[in-house]
């Protein structure tokens, strides 16, 4: 079956002025989802979260630094591996996670196994 | 199979909020508080992001407080650089050791130190200089870790207005450098009533029938007996703290009998008792024994008539005679056109129409409740218990003609259609 990868985009905007309380029920919707597809089978890795910030090399060996993620809604802030028949299926599971609902997007992406599909 | 155990107790962040921000504060100071707001608000952030894939860790409060104190630290020390070189200037200024409040933070949150940060937050939010809204407004941002948005949907004021007051107090307090400390003996009894007037408004304000139902006011109430509960606990209160306490937990006992499933309010005459928490009405009891004291105040009345009220099987095996003499207690305590009124409506309960009658016609010659639709209210009450449906539904239709939001109205129109149908 071919694999994915799910690339949680931005989506940190909107919980900075967030109570608590919003908080906490976000994550408590993203650990239902997860649970949900790893009981379901779909979900090979929930895969982790990435701290905001961190750098940039960029092509002239220059250096970006710092608050990226302050600024950039396009920042990435996790990713997870999923296994299902194909993108339509893929497209359909990343609409019901958290993401769209908290102001971010999800990107898809077929991994390949030595230049081919997962079988 | 579900990670139901990895999952947070409701309330978590907010719970946890609350406490870093009242030791951290204890620790820095008042004048830091927004900083440290800001602090708390990025570490329970970043809990989120590391635990919505990966789970919670197995001392999740151990890990949020962590970060919490770092963020606040670096930011200090950052602080403290900025400070060394203006005394390097030639200014002065002592140097406080950041380890040493380092481990003072340590300590504070732990378990069973917590409280005591949390008696004294509870303590400057309750502080005299503020308002009696603002006093509630703050604690339920400071210490019940609410957000803007629910604070001004659960009291019922525009988020504005409510960010305003939170502003201000917090740049009052943090001007006037306000240390959190306990107050003195000599102090504590005047501070104390400061304190338990706001718990009990607090909890008004969640209760209070004139404004429908929403989650976030049975949240407001469940805060205010937390806290009471947590000051019962301490060594700072007074028999008078516990009779609130009991007050609140008979109330709320009957919290979820009093709406029905489309959130309309049911009065205590048509509540199903079934619904009753036994459980919390228990607990209550026990507390109000535990309030015994020389000097009973108006908790322990108030919460003498709750108890009448929740351990009777219905409405006419209600022990009317005692709460009527309870109400002549409170009123000895505190003249209030309101409890006559509801000393009125027992006294007719009681059996005795014409005493009612009379007092509540003195209560009409008053400019106090002479446009309260609850008069008329009351009036119509004391016509039904006589058997005088006509009358009845002509005061309840004046109380109709008067001031009354959407609810009220509603619950009025149905008192009306059932009067109609039985007469």
């Given amino acids: ?119 | 199979m579900k990670q139901s155990t990895n999952q947070l107790v409701e309330h978590f962040f907010r719970h946890e909020s609350a406490n870093l921000i009242a030791v951290l504060t204890r620790a820095f100071g008042m004048r830091r508080i927004d900083l440290i707001e800001d602090m708390v608000q990025v570490a329970i952030l970043e809990a989120m992001h590391a635990w919505k894939q990966r789970g919670v860790p197995e001392n999740p409060a151990a890990w949020v407080h962590h970060v919490a104190k770092n963020r606040i630290l670096d930011s200090i020390r950052r602080e403290k650089t900025y400070e060394k070189a203006i005394a390097l200037s030639g200014l002065s200024r002592s140097d406080q050791s950041i380890t040493a409040q380092e481990s003072m933070v340590d300590q504070w949150l732990e378990k069973e130190e917590l409280p005591d940060s949390l008696l004294r937050m509870i303590f400057v939010c309750c502080h005299p200089s503020l308002e009696r809204k603002t006093q509630i407004a703050l604690t339920l941002k400071t210490l019940c870790g609410f957000g803007i948005s629910e604070i001004s949907r659960g009291l019922l004021l525009p988020s504005e207005t409510v960010k305003k007051r939170i502003q201000r107090a917090k740049h009052s307090l943090a001007t006037a450098n306000v240390r959190l400390e306990l107050p003195s003996d000599d102090q504590l009894t005047q501070r104390l009533d400061v304190v338990h007037d706001v718990l009990y408004l607090m909890f008004n304000e969640g209760y209070s029938t004139s404004h429908g139902t929403e989650p976030i006011r049975d949240e407001i109430c469940e805060e205010a007996v937390r806290l009471c509960h947590l000051l019962c606990e301490s060594p700072y209160s007074s028999p008078s703290t516990k009779a609130l306490l009991a007050l609140q937990l008979f109330h709320a006992a009957r919290l979820d009998a009093r709406t029905d499933e489309n959130g309309a309010v049911i009065l205590l005459e048509d509540q199903d008792r079934e619904k009753w928490n036994r459980c919390l009405i228990g607990t209550a009891q026990s507390w109000l024994a535990n309030s015994k004291t020389d000097q009973p105040t108006r908790f322990h009345f108030e919460a003498a008539i709750a108890m009448q009220h929740c351990i009777s099987p219905n409405v006419e095996a209600t022990d009317w005679n005692s709460i009527v003499n309870f109400y002549s207690r409170l009123i000895q305590l505190r003249d209030s056109p309101v409890y006559e009124l509801n000393q009125a409506i027992a006294m007719g309960q009681a059996g005795d129409t014409g005493e009612a009658f009379s007092q509540l016609q003195n209560l009409r010659d008053s400019d106090d409740m002479k446009h309260y639709f609850l008069l008329d209210c009351a009036f119509a009450r004391i016509h039904e218990l006589e058997g005088n449906t006509k009358a009845a539904i002509d005061s309840y239709l004046t109380a109709l003609s008067k001031t009354v939001v959407p609810h009220e109205k509603t619950l009025l129109e149905k008192k009306l259609r059932k009067l109609a149908d039985s007469g």
């Fill in chain 1, 1 to 119: 079956m071919p694999k994915y990868m799910f690339i949680y985009r931005g989506g940190q905007e909107k919980l900075k002025f967030a109570s608590p309380e919003q908080i906490q029920q976000v994550m408590q919707m993203w650990i239902d989802w997860i649970d949900d597809g790893v009981e379901a089978g779909w979900i090979l890795d929930a895969g982790d979260g990435l701290k905001p910030g961190g750098a940039i090399v960029n092509m002239d060996l220059t250096v970006t630094k710092d608050e990226l993620s302050t600024e950039s809604g396009s920042l990435i802030s996790g990713y997870s591996m999923i296994e299902v028949p194909d993108l339509i299926m893929a497209i359909e599971l990343a609409k019901d996670s958290p993401m769209p609902n908290s102001g971010g997007t999800v990107e898809i992406r077929e991994l390949t196994h030595n230049g081919k599909q997962y079988e």
